[in-house]
């Protein structure tokens, strides 16, 4: 319960209160993953990326199979400057949903250009992927905690496409209106980038949301 209020309080911008009920979710069930992981969101709205790594760390000895964990650990080690680490999460990941040739197509480039131009071809080749699914398939069917749009807004916004992620983003309101809050305040990525678009603060008001502008 606590999680969760801390997920609903990460949502409504309220991130101190929600850091508290998470920390409280934490001490009540250190062996959850999912609790330390649910910090560490938090932690990076926060800005506190360092600090979400370790907890990332954690889930992971937990659960070493735990996908969500390994892609918060990618995001968190990269912003941080943690290159190793953020290619080693990467690779991993990748791995284990069984895309092998981007695994090793990652590596090698991190090896010939760096990281940081091997993380974004990366992100590249995930939303040309994520793309060509969505043509096949509708986008806006809930699986789990996401839909295939949210990382579609993710990979764009990871890659500095704040314009192809408004597209997505407003593609989604109209959609599911329902939980346009949910995309611009739990997705892990900052969505002050998406301000740059001017539909942004037209769909706020037009959704209610001005408070969020």
């Given at each position: 319960a606590h999680r969760v209020y801390g997920a609903w309080l990460k949502i409504a911008g309220r991130l101190e209160e929600a850091r508290e009920q998470m920390l409280i979710a934490v001490a009540l069930n250190p062996q959850a993953p999912v609790s330390h992981t649910g910090l560490s969101d938090v932690l990076m709205a926060l800005g506190r990326n360092a600090e979400a790594v370790t907890l990332l760390g954690t889930a992971l000895r937990l659960s070493p199979t735990y996908q969500a964990a390994l892609e918060r650990l990618d995001m968190c080690c990269h912003r941080a400057g943690w290159h190793d680490q953020a290619l080693d999460a990467r690779r991993t990941l990748l791995?284990?949903?069984?895309?092998?040739?981007?695994?090793?197509?990652?590596?090698?480039?991190?090896?010939?250009?760096?990281?940081?131009?091997?993380?974004?071809?990366?992100?590249?080749?995930?939303?040309?992927?994520?793309?060509?699914?969505?043509?096949?398939?509708?986008?806006?069917?809930?699986?789990?905690?996401?839909?295939?749009?949210?990382?579609?807004?993710?990979?764009?916004?990871?890659?500095?496409?704040?314009?192809?992620?408004?597209?997505?983003?407003?593609?989604?309101?109209?959609?599911?209106?329902?939980?346009?809050?949910?995309?611009?305040?739990?997705?892990?990525?900052?969505?002050?980038?998406?301000?740059?678009?001017?539909r942004y603060v037209r769909l706020l008001r037009t959704a209610g949301l001005a408070e969020l502008i």
């Open positions: 791995g284990m949903r069984g895309l092998h040739e981007r695994a090793a197509a990652l590596e090698e480039t991190t090896a010939t250009d760096g990281w940081p131009v091997a993380r974004e071809r990366d992100v590249h080749n995930e939303l040309d992927a994520l793309l060509a699914r969505a043509a096949q398939e509708d986008p806006f069917i809930e699986l789990g905690t996401r839909m295939q749009a949210d990382s579609i807004v993710i990979a764009h916004a990871e890659l500095g496409e704040w314009s192809g992620a408004m597209d997505w983003v407003e593609r989604g309101y109209y959609q599911r209106p329902g939980r346009l809050r949910r995309v611009l305040t739990d997705l892990p990525y900052d969505r002050r980038g998406l301000a740059s678009d001017p």
